[in-house]
């Protein structure tokens, strides 16, 4: 069975802080990939996906960017984190041609 | 734009009463719709999908029906739990593998 699993589970930051979220898939190959925030208030905005290795599409601008080094893992960075920042980041997986997708167990990042 | 807009909560019920929780949705096509359950410091579980009109997706007793002529799919049980306290998102996906678009979220809060 397919599983995701995302860390750190929680993080705490300062302000201009780097910052390195990951998240791997198992149990498939050839995923798409998700980065979801979940601001407080509990929307859901999709950050950024990806169809393949090196393939990513952004869809907000922001200061955070996304890499996929393999197959099933999936990278979120930044250079200089901001207040704004501050929420509940959620990795995602899909099969290319199938609606649903599945989420990992979060990461709440607090930037101070 | 493709939107979905659920009711505002919190909703406050007693054990076994009956839950609905309305959705609706704007899109273009024929979106597939999803319910998520997300528990209190988790990522988010799908809960049941319906991906063409009239379909009914289902499971641990939760309903909803896809219903194109008034672009609804209101989530349902009969008798609802303690354990079912959870925030409930409505959502949709126009194409496959592509961006989830949620709603705001409803919580569920069920007393004993």
């Known amino acids: 069975s397919q599983t995701i699993h995302q860390w750190p589970a929680t993080l705490v930051q300062p302000v201009g802080s780097p910052l390195s979220l990951e998240c791997t898939v198992e149990g498939t190959s050839n995923p798409n990939l998700y980065w979801y925030r979940q601001a407080a208030g509990r929307g859901l905005q999709l950050l950024f996906y990806s169809v393949g290795i090196g393939q990513i599409s952004s869809e907000v601008p922001q200061n955070l960017s996304a890499s996929r080094p393999q197959d099933r893992q999936f990278i979120l960075s930044s250079k200089k984190l901001l207040l704004s920042d501050s929420g509940f980041y959620l990795c995602?997986?899909?099969?290319?041609?199938?609606?649903?997708?599945?989420f990992g167990p979060g990461t709440r990042l607090t930037v101070l | 734009g493709n939107s979905v807009t659920q009711m505002e909560g919190p909703v406050t019920l007693s054990e076994e009463a009956f839950l609905t929780i309305n959705c609706t949705y704007t899109?273009?096509?024929?979106?597939?719709l999803f319910w998520y359950v997300q528990y209190p410091g988790e990522g988010l579980q799908l809960l049941l999908k319906?991906?063409?009109?009239?379909d009914k997706g289902s499971n641990k007793g939760f309903e909803a029906t896809y219903r194109k002529e008034t672009t609804s799919f209101h989530l349902e049980k009969g008798s609802v739990q303690v354990s079912d306290s959870a925030v409930y998102f409505c959502?949709?996906?126009?194409?496959?593998?592509?961006?989830?678009?949620f709603g705001q979220g409803t919580e569920l809060s069920v007393k004993p």
């Open positions: 899109a273009t096509g024929y979106p597939s």
């Open positions: 959502a949709l996906v126009y194409n496959q593998g592509g961006k989830l678009i």
């Open positions: 319906a991906t063409k009109a009239d």
């Open positions: 995602a997986w899909g099969i290319a041609g199938a609606p649903e997708q599945f």
